[in-house]
């Protein structure tokens, strides 16, 4: 196995080495030319250039979308209708009643996400440091029971949304097991409850094991003395976890927690499979309606969806810009030390 | 590094958009085997014509009917396309008429559905129906003997069919009496039965009225009283479509009210599980209408190779092609010299399925004049989408009817305002 | 079982079962079945007929109708249990009119029985229906999406982690001017969801010309914000004192970053990678909009061709679905051994 291994990964890396090498001699000229800066320039250009023209372009575009109405899909050809996206979306004569609101569908679809968002993410951080702690331990089979957890992170969000339809179906295998153990079947998907639950339950099947996967390899990385120091100390091990373990984890925390934030607020592919934001609007999600009212209806209205996007993004930046406050407080800590 | 990049992309996007001449693409979607049947009438024509090279690309119905207008908006798409929203997207549509060799076949033979495919006042022969459909109901004859009930016959009210069913559930302990996909079309042909007009009179939607009211009453009652099975309608929002197909074929309801192309669908998963019956469409107070759609082949406006294109047309709308790809397929033809010489040969060995395809063939003379004249209103859409979108939150207790009626009005006042 | 009590009570080094262990235990045997399970019924599912799909209650493995070659019959009969006053007994069925069913024993063709069909049951044995996996592979040019699906995941896996990488390492390693409002930037815009902004994105690649070219699936996905994000994470926690004594042995800037920085990187990179290499296999939403001419589909396209408007034909979808998850299982379990060589290997502790 080894041999196969070093073999493939001279293979891979012998032609790239030699293209680095190659660099190397321009580079160094142009590093002389123009110093720190130029060199920054030229690490930041490849990425910046494609994020520019894919990532920031549409978002911008999708601004001046925001402001225009009209059949046409292409902005050349649209009206300019100033704010009114806006307003037809915030409007509602009492706003303490969602059903009140001209586009009720989108605050339900916002209060929805809103939920999704607090409960998935808390359960799915829980799950995934249990997952990580156990697999911490000296497992035997690590790669095996890694593995395990990790595998529905391959699937495609589609594939993962159909499984999970079919099992909870009515005529599904987990009402089949129901049956055979003598009890009455259960409409897993036409309750609120259970099809809310449903969803939030089959995004953690399919994420946890990626996240657990990168607080292991934090674990992995705090120091064994450190632990070790503590045991003799005779320090009770729920002290050790909050006190050596959760700090020294942080760094990794913090990825996971803002991939799972980001992964939450765009949930689609998989809800959308598994229960179409049914029970009537009960796991309607942001995404899916301005999915729905944008791109997928015959009658598209890009307009509407445009601004709804950017309300959306809105909500989005001040949570990011809070998380990288956080985020900061503990670099900062990380040069201290 | 970025410069290959750069050529390559340019590169790759040079033989990315080449067309050849004399090639022809023919965008195509499939339910079941047409795709198999299509594919080899192509390597047919090919053979046939050593010009012309029809390139078929099997895509998913999705791509039709998300993907295609945004392409054609920007001027772009198939030569050919296999469509069924074609009344919204009808601008983009190709005339024919100067390059057909008998523009006449085209308007004896498909004249009476050329409307539903181009534009209001137009004179267009823009494409033909590969095949019609037609709502109706099925029901599972052996339930119905099982329970001992008889099947309602010509004439039987709605009310007559649910509670014949309901009667057949209640002995036969099925999930549920009937069910009917979760789409604004499908209950629009009782909707007309009962009495419903779409349409006001200078082509605008008209509000919902008592006839539409009728009948959601009735849907929302049965979901309520446990007949209509509830899973199809109340487990989605917005306008997605779900079928019910599977729960009959499961025989978890004895009745079902779907449409002419669940054929062939319920011949292959059914066998012979048991005997079932095309049943038309049950009666309201003002008719018993069924609704009529289906998809057309259409040419598109931006093909570089108009000549080759009509070529093509000509080919799939001659009369044994379309007879054979019918009788393959067992779809209802569009042809009205097929639908006159009659004598279908369908292939297959189901005996159901001959019978369900002649009762469809018979009810399609019982649809309303308020039935016949939506598929080619372009409102139809829009108006079908706001019904199951609020019909379905009222099923799941979020909504009361009345509000669904004015939230239905107001969907669909929006939604023309923001397309025009 | 003496493996999994191995592990069990060395972590406490002694004997007896602390609650972790128990808590343990339980967490990963729960986790098998939960995670596993789903897969397996997927895997099993594949090789279903149409109609065993849509039955209820499901069956965990395919079955198909046991047939009987009868003599006097041109077709083997399908074969039934059967239980009435007469007793239980297996019959073939010739034919069915209704709820009476004409059947005859195997052994005494001749004499026709009728029977109640609420009193018989399809006798069944486990048969695997190839067919779900063939008939795709005959119709469609399976051999092209293939290809074109490596094209797509290798080269944009590959730029991925070389942008990505270089532009991590110039927002971690360096302090500029705009160096905190590109980071903003990057992580504002890792929150919104391709689907939303879909059709200018799409006006953009069909201004550049990519329609129906494996590029303009590509490049929009390249530049992730997330592959970003993660890698300046992880480069944050590269002591600076290592790039300052390479500066002082001369090492070029490129020198560093291809030496020092990407090496110490590896966990994160092959991280990045098994990412990359998934989400872009799997793309399915961005590939279906821009890929519309079968030479340049990729294998999640093409097998969307058997969703149709009316009816899905689940049987081929499945079977096409399990053939394309092979390849990523692979991938994984080749790079998973580097991450795990990479940790130990980086000298992070």
Known sequence: MTGVKEVLGAVVAAPLGWLARLLDTPLRLWQRLAGQNGMVAFFLLPNMAIFTVFVLLPLVINIAYSMTTGAALFLPERTYVGAAQFERLLRCTDYTDLMTCQEDQFWIALRNTGSFVVLQVTLLIVAATITALILNRALRALSFWRAVFFFPVLLSPVVVGLIWRWILDRNGVLNAALVGMGMDPVNWLLDRNYA???????????????????????????????????????????RVFWRITLPLLMPNMLVVIVLALIRAVQVFDEAYVLTGGGPGTATLFLTQYIYEVGFASLLKNPGLAAAASILMGGVLIVLTLLQLALGRKNERKGKLK | MKNTMIALALGASLMGTTALAGDVRLMWYSDGVEGE????????????????????????????????????????????????????????????????????????????????????????????????????????????????????????????????????????????????????????????????????????????????????????????????????????????????????????????????????????????????????????????????????????????????????????????????????????????????????????????????????????????????????????????????????????????LEDAYARIDQDITEAVAAAQ | MSRVMGFLTRRKGGTGWDWTDVFTFVWLGSAVFIMFGPALWLVMSSFKSPAQLSEFPPTLLPYEAQTVAVEGYDRPLPLFSVTDEA??????????????????????????????????????????????????????????????????????????????????????????????????????????????????????????????????????????????????????????????????????????????????????????????????????????????????????????????????QWHYLLAMTVITMIPVVLVFIFLQRFITAGIAGTGLK
């Open chain 1, 196 to 238: 809310f639950s449903a969803a939030i339950g089959v995004t953690i099947w399919a994420h946890l094991g990626f996240f657990a996967l990168i607080l292991l390899a934090g674990l992995q990385a705090i120091p064994r003395d450190l632990y070790e120091a503590a045991e003799m100390d005779g320090t009770k091990p729920a």
């Open chain 2, 37 to 400: 049947v299509m594919k080899d009438l192509v390597a047919r024509f090919n053979a046939e014509n050593p010009g012309i090279n029809v390139i078929l690309d099997e895509v998913a119905y999705k791509v039709v009917q998300e993907q295609l207008q945004i392409q054609l908006e920007a001027g772009s798409g198939p030569d050919i396309a296999r469509v069924t929203n074609l009344k919204t997207l009808a601008p983009h549509w190709l005339d024919l008429t100067p390059h057909l060799a008998d523009p006449e076949y085209w308007r004896t033979n498909f004249g009476a559905h050329a409307d539903w495919m181009r534009e209001d006042g137009s004179e267009a022969i823009t494409g033909f129906m590969t095949q019609l459909t037609l709502t109706g109901g099925f029901a599972n004859a052996t339930l119905f003997e099982q329970a001992g009930v008889a099947l309602p016959g010509a004439g039987a009210t709605w009310d007559d069919w649910v509670n014949a069913a309901d009667q057949v559930a209640k002995s036969q302990g099925t999930a549920a009496a009937f069910a009917i996909d979760r789409s604004g079309h499908r209950i629009s042909g009782p909707a007309v039965s009962y009495g419903a007009n779409y349409i006001a009179a200078d082509g605008s939607p008209a509000p919902v009225d008592d006839g539409t009211k009728a009948f959601a009453e009735k849907l929302v009652g049965w979901v309520e009283g446990g007949q209509m099975l509830r899973d199809t309608w109340v487990a989605a929002s917005g306008s997605t479509y779900r079928a019910a197909a599977d729960d009959f074929i499961n025989a978890a309801i004895p009745f079902y009210y779907s449409g002419s192309w669940q054929i062939a669908n319920l011949s292959t998963k059914i066998g012979d599980g048991f005997d079932w019956v095309a049943t038309g469409s049950p009666c309201g107070t003002a008719g018993c209408s069924g609704l009529a759609g289906g998809a057309a082949l259409v040419a598109v406006k931006y093909t570089q190779n108009a000549e080759e294109v009509a070529k093509v047309m000509e080919y799939f709308a001659r009369e044994d092609i379309v007879k054979e790809f019918s009788e393959r397929t067992l779809f209802l033809p569009a042809h009205a010299g097929v639908v006159a010489a009659g004598g279908m040969n369908w292939q297959t060995e189901d005996k159901n399925v001959g019978a369900a395809l002649d009762a469809y063939i018979a009810a399609a003379g019982d649809i309303l004049p308020g039935a016949d004249a939506l598929p080619a209103w372009k409102w139809a859409t829009p108006y079908y989408g706001a019904l199951v979108n609020r019909i379905s939150q009222v099923m799941a207790g979020e909504l009361t």
């Open chain 3, 87 to 312: 007793g239980t007994r297996q019959l073939a069925e010739v034919r069915r009119v209704g709820t009476v069913a004409q059947m005859v024993d195997p052994a005494n063709p001749t004499e026709v029985q009728r029977i109640n069909i609420a009193n018989r049951t399809p006798m069944r044995e486990v048969g695997f229906s190839w067919d779900n996996y063939l008939d795709p592979f005959l119709r469609f040019d399976f051999l092209t999406y293939t290809k074109n699906s490596i094209f797509v995941t290798g080269v944009a896996t590959l730029i991925t982690l070389l942008t990505n990488s270089m532009a991590a390492f110039a927002l971690s390693k360096y302090e500029f001017r705009g160096r905190g409002f590109v980071v903003v930037l990057i992580i504002a815009t890792l929150m919104i969801p391709l689907s939303v902004i879909l059709v200018p994105l799409y006006s953009i690649v069909s201004g550049v010309g990519l329609i129906n070219s494996l590029w303009g699936v590509i490049l929009p996905t390249v530049a992730t914000p997330t592959g970003v994000f993660l890698l300046r994470q992880y480069m944050l926690t590269i002591p600076d004192e290592l790039l300052e004594a390479a500066r002082m042995d001369h090492a070029s800037e490129w020198q560093i970053y291809w030496r020092i920085v990407l090496p110490l990187t590896a966990p994160a990179l092959a991280v990045l990678a098994i990412f990359s290499v998934v989400w872009r296999w799997n793309d399915f939403l961005w590939p279906l909009i821009v890929l519309s001419r079968q030479e340049v589909y990729t294998l999640q396209v093409g097998l969307n061709a058997y969703a149709g408007e009316l009816n899905v």
